[in-house]
Every structure is written in structure tokens, then in C-alpha cells.
């Protein structure tokens, strides 16, 4: 089987081959556009895992910049090129629930895209991976696995067994967090398989807020030693980046490697953002694109909900309807949903006028870092050097400010800071009119309408 990341014309991928054993959300795969270098650099990892020699990655990424459809694709090609690497793919949901219950989740839809795999039949993998669409019990995955005949066969029947004996023991909590992250590596360490997995987790920073471990207040300390799995090696991934990095950093220290997952680069996007244009009924031109591409920092999911058409937004053909759908997605759109429901975590905590007032001071001067004792300077602020320190990383844990070597920052998305602009002027304490005038005041934007006024004026010359 050839490798099947080929990359095609106009940063397209060739898809001959692929078989989509995950509905990948993009909806039509012909869509997914450009991740270069992230796409080589993973299945670059994932070739290493034959090797044994792949450590666990953190791949870390603000919200909507494509990391769950980056998951999505890898693990499509890995299933597609069946090369003894079983992709496994879990998505950690909102939601309260036991330790116990977790286990019982985890393994059956492990199981499932295991017996998938070797079954070569996706239904099992599109109802493993779909909430509410799994096997509901282990007895009934065991039913329906008897009739069945596939490598390895004995030995997935065996650990399930093995499952259903470690839930008659009643035990506490955490012993189910700790069985249930280390079913994949058991299984791949069974006498007799040489398959590998690969295990692509997302949505990680939901594991702590939402799996009741008993007394560990920390599940996500059970991946300590599965981590380290060379057979079964973990990429993990999640939408609160700087709590995703903290707890890495604090309760599995050395277990994974972060790799930042960088907006898409500017010619990505730009194709993209045409590509979109035109299933959309948009007239984009190159220039225009340009102009999306900047105020949206390149972060595909913000271009997608952009232009995807309401009632309220325009058909784009110019740079002032653009400034139209961005001001209706900032008030009312989805990318303000989006912002808020993410926001709200944060602005419970951040009830600190300091800290409001930090937050525009640092967005006011993006491009700029401070250490905490130079904002603390520059702002006149009156607070103990501890107590700021503490506020500036909540910001940051939220994503709200960046952080840099110990200084802080403005956010560089584009689409949060108008969004903190339109809507929480009031909470600031700051005029509407001052945040207006920052946004607007942003040179870029008036460089990129200069330079497509000029060129529509050459083209009208023609
Ligand atoms: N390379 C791409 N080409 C085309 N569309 C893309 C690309 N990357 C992402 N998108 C689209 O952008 C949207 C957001 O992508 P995705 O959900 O993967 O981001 P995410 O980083 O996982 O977001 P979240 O932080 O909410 O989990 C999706 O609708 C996806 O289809
Ligand atoms: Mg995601």
C-alpha cells in the first residue's frame, strides 16, 4: 500500500484511496485545504510508531484553527493504508461521569474501531466514534463479535472478558480510570499482536473537569504510565490550550512532547477562503481573500463561519460586506456564540476590574510583551506582584492573553478581541467608541483596502 498523504494542485490532497472511516466534519473531504507541513510532520509520527520510537504529542491549538479535522484525516489515512497501525480515535464530552462509566465508554468504543479495523467494515468505526451511536453494554459488543471471524480475535474476546471481570469488583474510582487509559496498550502488548495503535484523543481538557475519579481530583494523572506506551502512543489534543498546557505540564510532566498547531499559512488560507467563497455564492477575489484571511488571522473554522450564509449577511463581493459579516458573526453570529461559550469559563473568574483592564491594555498593545512588573509600571496598577501574577495566568490559562517566557501579551485573534470589544464594553468600563477605534485604527486593514481600491481603479482603467 503506497502512502496516501499525497498532496495535489492548489494545495488540494489527492484523495485516491482514501476510505472515510471517520465522516470527517469538513462534510465534503474535496474541501479540506492545505495543513502541509502538520499532515507530513504527523504521519511522519505515526511511521515512527513501527519503529517504537514516537513519543506522545500535545497538539496544542487555539480554538477553531483545525485540529480536530487534522485527527480526523490522519486517522482516515492510517486506516485506509492498514499498514498494522489501528487508528483509535476518543473524544472526551461535556459532562459529568464516574470513572466507572468512562471505562465502560472507552472500551467499547475502542473495541469497536478495533474490531472495525480488522473487519475492514466502517460501520463499526462511525458508530464508535458518534455519540449516542455506540454499543451500548460489553456483554452486547461480545454478542455481536462471536459470529464474526477476524485476526486477533481471541485476544480482543479475552480483554473484553477481562473487562466484564473488573467490573464486578466494585472498585473505587480511580482503579477505572487507570484500567480504562490503559486498555489500548494492553491490548497492543498481548502476546501474538503485532499490531500498533495509535491513539488520537480530543477535547482533553474535559478529562479533569468532567470524570468523577473519587479521591484523585486529577484523572488525567492516570495517563502517567500509559504515556510513556511505545506501542500505543497517544496524541493528544484540546480547545483550552493554556489549561490543556498546564496540566500537561503539571501532572504528566516529560509524558508529551507540545507542538504548537500554528494558524494555517497565508497561501493555505487564501486558497481555502476562494474555495469557500465559491460554494458559498461569494465573488472573492485573491485580494479579498487577503483581507479575510487577516482579519480572521488565518483560523480556518472563523473564514468558514464568516462566510457561511444567515438571513442578516450579504452575498460578499467587496471589502465593506466583508466588514458586514464580521459585524454581524462579532454581535450576533456564530462566532460570537462560539467566543462566548468559551468566554463564559473565563469571565466568571476574571470578575476583577484589574484584570478587565489588563486584558484591553494588552489587546491595545498587541505585538507588545510585558514582564509582570513592567505592566504593572506601565498600567500604575496598585496590586501585590504575586496577586498579578496570578490574575495575568488565569488570562493566559483562558486564552485571553498571551504568555511568552514569563511576559504577557495581547491576543492575536482578531475575531475574540472584536468580539471583547463589541461585547463586553460596558464590563470593561471602557466607551464602545474607544474599542471601535482601536479595531478600526489597525493598519494592516487599511493597507489591504488600499491596495484593492488601486487595483480596482487599474482594472477600471483597462
Ligand atoms: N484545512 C482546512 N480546510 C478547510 N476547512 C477547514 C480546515 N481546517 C479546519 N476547517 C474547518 O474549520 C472548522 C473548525 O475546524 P476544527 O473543528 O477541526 O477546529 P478545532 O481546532 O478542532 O476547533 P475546537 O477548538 O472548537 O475544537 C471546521 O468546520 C472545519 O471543517
Ligand atoms: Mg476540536
Known amino acids: 500500500m503506497p502512502k496516501l498523504l499525497q ?12 476510505e472515510f472511516a471517520i465522516a470527517e466534519r469538513i462534510g465534503d473531504p474535496e474541501n479540506f485545504i492545505g495543513r502541509v507541513e502538520e499532515l507530513e ?20 491549538g487555539r480554538r477553531k484553527v483545525g485540529k480536530s479535522l487534522i485527527l480526523e484525516r490522519l486517522y482516515n489515512i492510517l486506516y485506509s493504508e492498514h499498514k498494522g497501525l ?38 463499526w468505526i462511525r458508530a464508535a466514534v458518534r455519540r449516542g451511536k455506540r454499543i451500548a453494554s ?9 459470529p464474526l471471524s477476524f485476526e486477533n480475535k481471541k485476544t480482543v474476546l479475552s480483554c473484553l472478558q477481562g473487562s466484564l471481570g473488573i467490573l464486578q469488583q466494585e472498585q473505587p474510582l480511580y482503579e477505572y480510570v487507570l484500567a480504562a487509559v490503559a486498555a489500548p496498550d494492553g491490548f497492543a502488548t498481548t502476546p501474538g499482536v503485532e499490531d500498533k495503535i495509535v491513539q488520537l484523543i480530543d477535547e482533553f481538557q474535559y478529562f479533569n473537569m468532567y470524570i468523577d475519579a473519587g479521591v484523585e481530583k486529577k484523572p488525567c494523572k492516570a495517563y502517567m504510565s500509559t504515556a510513556e506506551s511505545k506501542v500505543a502512543p497517544l496524541l493528544i489534543t484540546g480547545s483550552l490550550m493554556g489549561v490543556v498546557a498546564q496540566e500537561i505540564a503539571r501532572y504528566l510532566p516529560q509524558r508529551f512532547q507540545p507542538m504548537n498547531v500554528p494558524k494555517m499559512k497565508a497561501t493555505e488560507t487564501i486558497a481555502m477562503t476562494l474555495n469557500y467563497g465559491q460554494l458559498y455564492g461569494h465573488t472573492i477575489t485573491p485580494e479579498i481573500a487577503e483581507y479575510i484571511t487577516y482579519i480572521t488571522n488565518g483560523i480556518p473554522g472563523r473564514i468558514v463561519e464568516l462566510l457561511s450564509p444567515a438571513v442578516a449577511k450579504p452575498t460578499i463581493t467587496s471589502f465593506d460586506e ?16 462560539d467566543w462566548f461559550e468559551y468566554l463564559v469559563l473565563a469571565m466568571d473568574e476574571v470578575n476583577d476590574i484589574n484584570m478587565r483592564r ?3 491594555f494588552l489587546c491595545k498593545n498587541e505585538g507588545t510583551l510585558y514582564y509582570p512588573s513592567e505592566l504593572k509600571e506601565a498600567m500604575g496598577l496598585d496590586i501585590d506582584e504575586l496577586k498579578l501574577r496570578k490574575e495575568l495566568d488565569l488570562l493566559y490559562k483562558y486564552d485571553i492573553i498571551e504568555q511568552h517566557g514569563g511576559q504577557y501579551g495581547g491576543v492575536f485573534d482578531r475575531t475574540l478581541k472584536k468580539v471583547l470589544m463589541v461585547n463586553y464594553a460596558d464590563l470593561f468600563n471602557l466607551p464602545l467608541a474607544e474599542f471601535n477605534a482601536y479595531f478600526k485604527n489597525d493598519s494592516m486593514l487599511d493597507y489591504l483596502k488600499e491596495r484593492a481600491e488601486l487595483l480596482n481603479l487599474s482594472l477600471a482603467v483597462i
Do not use: C
Request: charged content about 25%.
Open 7 to 18: 498532496l495535489a494542485d492548489n494545495y488540494r490532497w489527492n484523495l485516491d484511496g482514501l
Open 41 to 60: 510532520y504527523l504521519y511522519q509520527w505515526t511511521v515512527n510508531i513501527n519503529k517504537r520510537i514516537s513519543r506522545g504529542l500535545a497538539f496544542l
Open 86 to 123: 489501528i487508528p483509535f480515535y476518543y473524544e472526551f464530552t461535556e459532562g459529568q461521569r464516574s470513572g466507572r462509566e468512562f471505562y465502560i465508554d472507552l472500551v467499547i468504543r475502542f473495541y469497536m474501531q478495533v474490531v472495525g479495523y480488522y473487519t475492514h467494515d466502517i460501520t
Open 138 to 146: 460489553i456483554e452486547e459488543l461480545i454478542e455481536k463479535i462471536v
Open 322 to 337: 466583508v466588514d458586514v459579516a464580521l459585524d454581524y458573526e462579532v454581535r450576533e453570529g456564530a462566532i460570537k456564540n
Open 358 to 360: 489588563m486584558t484591553y
